[in-house]
């Protein structure tokens, strides 16, 4: 890696040459296959989404957002406009092509056209937009229009570090995880330890491909199952390294760990002495989070 220095031989940032600051996102539609994600108007999207959300009866989408379910749509569309007051956040609803009906939102906040940052946040998928490739679309799009419309450097997303669904979709999307800010936020009178993630520009144009490939119409079968995974376009990853390991001996049995024996968990690595133990781990990990706990 190139060090570049100043004239006094301490180390600083890579040039960044003829950079200008960065338009704010138009208020106009990102159209795909699946869906289309447009500025979000109480008026007309409130009614879907709240029909929409009413299929998550328990509520347990709402555990990490700033609000809890709504118990009627005219709450509802009174909160939607309290949040659309602004343009930061800027609210997008997802539209599923197939029946014109919105079924999810998102939005683009912390907005920082000096910078070139921008971060996608306060995303609430209905139980009919989850695990369908529309949910994949509207983040593409979104990153689409980041990168190659309007010239960010940086895409951030950032969750409630117990949010593992969440922690999960984030790097299932190519973010890479940079830490936790301890204490970071109060929120429905708890505490919120929150973890970030980032999209470089310079990471941007392998994972569009990847996101190009699993999209494409060969990628799904005729009931719309996908054939690879995006993880799978997306190519290896790096392998995990001893070095960064954050125990010296197994958790199960407290021999020492081995480098052939290592898992990512929220964001670090984690070593075991043998793959019994690791696997062990894993599934248990699997289990709780399909429990929701």
């Known amino acids: 890696?190139?060090?570049?220095?100043?004239?006094?031989?301490?180390?600083?940032?890579?040039?960044?040459?003829?950079?200008?600051?960065?338009p704010l996102p138009p208020l106009?539609?990102?159209?795909?296959?699946?869906?289309?994600?447009?500025?979000?108007?109480?008026?007309?999207?409130?009614?879907?989404?709240?029909?929409?959300n009413r299929a998550d009866a328990a509520g347990r989408n709402w555990t990490y957002l700033g609000a809890d379910a709504f118990a009627d749509l005219d709450s509802y569309r009174a909160w939607l406009v309290k949040m659309c007051a602004g343009?930061?956040?800027l609210f997008h609803a997802i539209i599923d092509l197939a029946t014109g009906r919105a079924v999810g939102i998102a939005s683009y906040l912390r907005i920082d056209p000096a910078n070139g940052v921008i971060e996608v946040g306060h995303i609430n998928y209905s139980p009919r937009l989850q695990r369908q490739p529309a949910a994949t679309e509207a983040m593409f799009l979104m990153m689409r229009r980041a990168f190659d419309e309007l010239g960010y450097r940086r895409y951030e997303w950032k969750c409630d570090d117990r949010n593992q669904p969440s922690r999960a979709a984030a790097q299932r999307l190519g973010f890479t995880y940079e830490g936790t800010f301890r204490q970071a936020v109060v929120?429905?009178?708890?505490?919120?330890?929150?973890?970030?993630?980032s999209i470089l520009d310079s990471e941007w144009p392998a994972l569009k491909a990847a996101f190009e490939r699993w999209l494409a119409p060969e990628n799904f079968d005729a009931v719309g199952r996908q054939k690879q995974s995006l993880a799978a376009f997306r190519g290896p990853t790096q392998p995990l390294d001893i070095a960064d390991c954050i125990n010296d001996t197994c958790p199960w049995s407290g021999k020492p760990v081995?480098?052939?024996?290592?898992?990512?968990y929220q964001g670090r690595v984690v070593g075991f002495c043998n793959p019994g133990c690791r696997d062990k781990f894993e599934k248990a990990v699997a289990h709780f989070a399909a429990a929701g706990a």
């Open 1 to 22: 890696m190139t060090v570049f220095q100043n004239a006094h031989g301490q180390p600083i940032g890579c040039p960044v040459t003829g950079w200008t600051a960065r």
């Open 187 to 197: 929120y429905k009178d708890r505490n919120r330890d929150t973890a970030w993630f």
């Open 87 to 89: 343009t930061d956040p």
């Open 28 to 52: 106009t539609a990102m159209v795909g296959r699946f869906c289309r994600v447009e500025p979000l108007v109480p008026s007309d999207h409130a009614a879907d989404l709240f029909e929409a």
């Open 258 to 264: 081995s480098p052939d024996s290592l898992t990512l």
